[in-house]
């Protein structure tokens, strides 16, 4: 999407920016969470119910106590602040096992540290895998993305919303191109390639190509871990403005086992990591800007959530972008989630 998006939606916004001091709480969060009728033709409103909000009231699978919706629950009050020293933290806590992905220099070839710098990503000599011991397939890569080019992968966030992309503005007739406004007020989520279908929970047989950055991305990360060739065929984004949440829910459309890579931007929140049933508490861990969350085998299929996120969670700062202001102050408020996925075999 070109600069003058950005331009315009900073013209359009800058006079509340200035008043309000870019509140968070007041920018975005009044817009997003209120619950008001809405007359016809009025902005799509969006509440704090997200696409998995019937998952989360849904039993356990098993026939038990759903212990991850309680956890949950903790996780997502707001008054009071729940207690975080209990999220792990990836690169510091014992309960993760850690190594180089590359043990030699050998092992890195000049193509793949090439593209590896094209994409954003730090040098491949300096990737570092975390990992369960307990939760085969469940890998983390912490910091993997620089942070000077979280502004970049927000700007294409913001252009993959761009139609024929579908979005959850589509069912109201609205789109990003037409009013900027809405990239800050209303959006929630949108989908590339072979495009998921919220209603049906299925993907159809076949969709428009992945950007070529997000092919070459999952590709890149699957073939590091040692986990085959990718052929990424469709993303999906999800944006959190503050005191968002996404439910617990499984991601079991795909037709192919491929790893689910998944990319953090913005602002850091709380990742619930959970087992195949509700019935076992999930684990709390940090997601931060750059980290990369990749589900593999059996953990493809386990429940997760993100509870809550946002500056009064674990504040991450960006320095302000003189060329498009709205760029930092998005991610010094917000999140943006990235997973890129392979729906065909």
Not at 74 to 101: A, E, G, M, N
Not at 139 to 148: F, I
Not at 301 to 330: N, R, T, W
């Amino acid at each position: 999407m070109s600069l003058s998006i950005f331009t315009s939606l900073w013209k359009h916004t800058k006079p509340s920016w200035i008043r309000e001091n870019w509140n968070c709480s007041r920018s975005i969060n009044a817009f997003m969470m209120r619950e008001q009728p809405q007359e016809e033709g009025a902005e799509p409103r969006i509440s704090e119910k997200d696409q998995y909000g019937e998952s989360s009231d849904s039993d356990d699978g098993g026939g038990g106590v759903n212990e991850f919706k309680a956890v949950f629950k903790r996780y997502k009050k707001r008054r009071p602040w729940p207690d975080f020293s209990d999220v792990i933290d990836i690169k510091t806590s014992p309960l993760l096992q850690s190594r180089l992905v590359f043990s030699s220099p050998n092992e890195i070839s000049p193509e793949k540290s090439e593209l590896a710098e094209n994409l954003g990503l730090i040098h491949p000599s300096e990737w570092r895998v975390y990992s369960f011991p307990d939760r085969i397939g469940l890998y983390l890569l912490p910091g993997l993305l620089k942070k000077q080019n979280s502004g970049m992968w927000l700007k294409r966030a913001f252009s993959y919303a761009k139609p024929p992309n579908i979005t959850n503005l589509t069912i109201h007739g609205k789109d990003v191109e037409t009013d900027p406004s809405l990239l800050t007020k209303a959006l929630r989520w949108t989908t590339l390639g072979v495009e998921y279908d919220w209603n049906t929970k299925k993907y159809p047989e076949n969709g428009r190509p992945v950007p070529d950055e997000l092919f070459q991305l999952g590709n890149l990360i699957s073939n590091s871990l040692k986990l085959g060739d990718m052929r990424p065929d469709a993303t999906i984004l999800n944006y959190y403005p503050p005191k968002s949440a996404l439910s617990p829910h499984v991601d079991k459309s795909e037709r192919s086992n491929a790893p689910l890579i998944s990319m953090s931007l913005g602002q850091t929140a709380v990742y619930l990591s959970g087992a195949l049933s509700l019935s076992e508490p999930p684990i709390p861990l940090w997601l931060s800007n750059g980290d990369f969350l990749i589900m593999h085998g059996e953990q493809r299929l386990v429940y997760h959530a993100i509870p809550c996120i946002g500056p009064k969670v674990k504040p991450v700062h960006f320095d302000k972008d003189e060329q498009s202001p709205m760029i930092s102050d998005y991610l010094n408020c917000s999140r943006i989630n990235f997973t890129i996925r392979q729906v065909n075999p």
